[in-house]
């Protein structure tokens, strides 16, 4: 199937819009590329709303608030509501690494209120073993989906076979993930086509408004286009052409063995 095969008319739906509201961040994981430890910044909850009038204009199925750790943000509550707010239908999705939420009533209840699933990396480097122990029921029994991803290099084998019992237990997914951010020596991939993961997928927008079609991709220079460009929702769906310079790199390549990612329309928003 090629690109010119797509009907013209397809309808484009983005299957996750992540906004990164900081890149602060309250642990210090090595093989994090995302946060700045105390010395982020944090997204102004004017701006935050910009961003949401932004992505009004695009279809997507769910937002993540994204950090850094997005709770340390002192405007949570406040933004995470507005997101709630500018978006009844589409699921709410937080990435956060629990540490506050098993520490602050408010924040916790703050994300019972706004959100439908909890993401939350736990192993080794984020050292919160005993706060995602806390919150997990908590969460359980609000409703939520709740995701708990360790990486599998920063983890002890006990480790993981106690998060396996303790999402068993209270009906959370346990899923483990290698580092995939960082050039840790191994060989760079063997690229092909486009990988099949970034149109149609996924949109990142950073705390300045900087977007990448997924995920990994957060190299500047890897920033195809940003939430302030008059033509921003035409470039979301716009054809790629290129490899990100992450994708050498990236243990999530998969070679669509196209040349350009829009031929995936229809395969990809049924994902
Ligand atoms: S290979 Fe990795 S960085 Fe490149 S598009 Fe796929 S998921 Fe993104």
């Not at 994981?29 to 910009?50: H, L, R, S, V, Y």
């Not at 997101?83 to 239908?89: D, G, L, N, Y």
């Not at 990435?95 to 602050?104: C, D, M, P, Q, V």
Request: glycine residues 6%; hydrophobic residues 35%.
């Amino acid at each position: 199937m090629t690109s010119s095969s797509v009907p013209p008319n397809t309808p484009r739906t983005l299957k996750t819009a992540k906004i990164k509201i900081t890149t602060k961040c309250n642990r210090h994981c090595d093989f994090c590329i995302f946060a700045e430890g105390g010395q982020g910044e944090n997204m102004p909850p004017d701006t935050f709303k910009q961003v949401l009038d932004r992505l009004a204009l695009i279809p997507f199925q769910q937002l993540h608030i994204n950090g850094g750790e997005p709770t340390v943000h002192r405007d949570f509550g406040t933004l995470s509501g507005l997101a709630r707010e500018h978006f009844p239908k589409q699921v709410m999705v937080l990435g956060s690494n629990a540490i506050t939420l098993a520490r602050n009533q408010r924040l916790l209840d703050a994300t019972v209120t706004y959100y439908d699933q909890v993401l939350i990396g736990c192993d080794e480097e984020h050292d919160n073993y005993d706060e995602v122990r806390a919150v997990v029921p908590v969460l359980r029994r609000a409703g939520k989906t709740v995701v708990i991803n360790s990486v599998l290099e920063a983890i002890a084998p006990d480790r993981l076979g106690q998060l396996a019992a303790l999402c068993d237990e209270y009906g959370a997914v346990h899923v483990t993930n290698h580092v995939h951010h960082v050039d840790v020596g191994q060989p760079a991939n063997v690229l092909g086509g486009l990988c099949d993961r970034n149109v149609d997928r996924h949109l990142m927008i950073e705390v300045d408004g900087d977007c990448y079609r997924c995920f990994n991709a957060m190299a500047k220079n890897d920033s195809e286009f940003t939430v302030w460009d008059d033509d921003f929702a035409a470039k979301v769906f716009a054809p790629r052409r290129k490899h990100y310079d992450f994708c050498l790199k990236c243990h999530e390549y998969r070679d669509s063995g196209l040349q350009v990612v829009p031929a995936l329309t229809r395969h990809t928003a049924s994902v």
